[in-house]
């Protein structure tokens, strides 16, 4: 039942729904590897940009990349659908311009957080579930 979900996905933001859309769909153990590769690259610029820019990001954006790595490490145990949902909220993740602009300063990855959730929730995962904490 929808109405017991933390993370709805129906809930979002139509452009959300449709970007994560476009993303989710399954790949190889080799595309697999690449976007582990691609999360990395991901982490070090969004930390490079936080640095220079005290976005508040830099956190945030390991907790993400750290979610995302153990989801594709247990790839290959989830079935067909849950293994496009993964990948779509790994490639939302390394998307930069996307419903909310990752540079954003400190809201920047709350849409890539959500999306995640939404993922994870659907995966019965959501005690893995990531709550952004922002500075006062």
Do not use: W
């Amino acid at each position: 039942m929808r109405g017991d979900k933390k993370y709805p996905f129906p809930e979002f933001p139509e452009s959300i729904q449709e970007t994560f859309s476009k993303l989710a769909r399954r790949v190889s153990e080799d595309e697999v590897h690449e976007l582990s590769t691609r999360l990395t690259q991901t982490v070090r610029m969004i930390a490079a940009r936080d640095e220079r820019h005290h976005s508040g990001l830099g956190a945030a954006s390991r907790r993400i990349a750290q979610s995302c790595e153990m989801l594709l490490s247990r790839y290959h145990h989830f079935k067909e659908r849950e293994q496009a949902l993964i990948v779509g909220a790994v490639r939302y993740f390394i998307l930069q311009r996307d419903g909310l602009p990752d540079d954003t300063p400190f809201l920047g990855l709350e849409d890539d957080v959500s999306v995640l959730n939404y993922v994870l929730e659907e995966l019965g995962l959501a005690s893995s579930a990531i709550e952004l904490e922002f500075p006062e």
